[in-house]
């Protein structure tokens, strides 16, 4: 068996020429989408990220402005800068990127951002939410797993769904997105133990643990669906995900490769929120 590619490049893209006509729905109503992106200190990683999403949102016909503060920003001139934020009405979404410097505590940032603003899907309104089943913004990440996975056309009634990965970000709200959609759903985590045995019964595996190459192919059942949300560095600094895509896709029916599979999606997801965000503010002003 080799698997089929889940190139999530090309949904991207797709989901990004969508976003784009939403924009210009609203754009032609006198109303053309914001996002607020602040980027604290100077970390390349996050700068690529940031310069990534600003391109984005051109690309969509969303209108963006980002702040750069230096990493000696004191928290409270930030908490500051988000309130100012929260009250422009010309901004739908405000993303703060993470990691911050160590002096700001991100929980008190992100519970600062508005709930309905917050187009990463972290606050902690959006997460009750998510897991009560309201409307709200979805974390980009699961959001976009759970795009891949229509995708590829998988049957989630019923499946066996395993997530390894606790996270805040990305394992417990997917856990809870593939809960929604009537899989039976394990966590699995740094002290799980016999990690094989549970992703072995996996119809759908999302690996999103941060190491690198963690899930092989003897771990996986064969025909399921494999979700690669890992980003890491080998041991050449070669880009590899959480699972070892060349034993793993002679044994699964459909993976996602790294780069060129959640990645992209993310960043699309932040766009999906951001349009909707819009949307239900136009919705408002028009009641």
């Known amino acids: 068996m080799s698997a089929k590619i889940l190139d999530g490049a090309a949904l991207a893209k797709s989901i990004r020429a969508d976003v784009a006509q939403r924009a210009g729905k609203l754009a032609a109503a006198g109303r053309a989408p914001g996002l607020a992106v602040i980027l604290v200190g100077d970390d390349p990683g996050s700068a690529i990220y940031v310069r990534n999403k600003v391109k984005d949102c051109e690309e969509a016909g969303i209108r963006s402005t980002l702040d750069r503060l230096s990493a000696s920003t004191e928290q409270s001139a930030l908490l500051a800068r988000i309130r100012e934020l929260n009250d422009d009405d010309a901004i739908d979404g405000i993303l703060v990127q993470l990691p911050l410097p160590p002096q700001i505590d991100p929980f008190t940032v992100i519970e600062t951002i508005s709930p309905a603003k917050d187009v990463d ?3 902690v309104a959006s997460a009750g939410a998510l897991m009560t089943g309201q409307p709200g913004f979805r974390p980009c990440t699961p959001y976009g797993v759970m795009r891949l996975l229509g995708q590829a056309g998988a049957e989630l009634r019923g499946a066996e769904a395993v997530v390894v990965g606790r996270s805040n970000i990305v394992g417990k709200p997917q856990a809870l997105l593939l809960l929604q959609a009537d899989a039976t759903v394990t966590i699995c985590h740094s002290r799980t133990r016999d990690l094989a045995a549970h992703t072995r019964r996996a119809d759908i595996l ?38 070892d895509f060349d034993s793993a896709s002679r044994v699964a029916s459909w993976i996602t490769p790294v ?8 960043r699309a997801m932040l766009l999906v929120n951001t349009i909707e965000a819009a949307e239900r503010k136009q919705e408002s002003h028009d009641a």
């Open 121 to 123: 899907g972290f606050h």
């Open 259 to 266: 780069p060129g599979g959640v990645g992209p999606m993310t």
């Open 206 to 243: 999302v690996a999103a643990v941060g190491r690198a190459r963690m899930i092989t192919g003897d771990m996986i059942k064969p025909g399921a669906i494999v979700i690669d949300v890992g980003m890491n560095r080998d041991e050449n600094g070669k880009l590899c995900g959480d699972v």
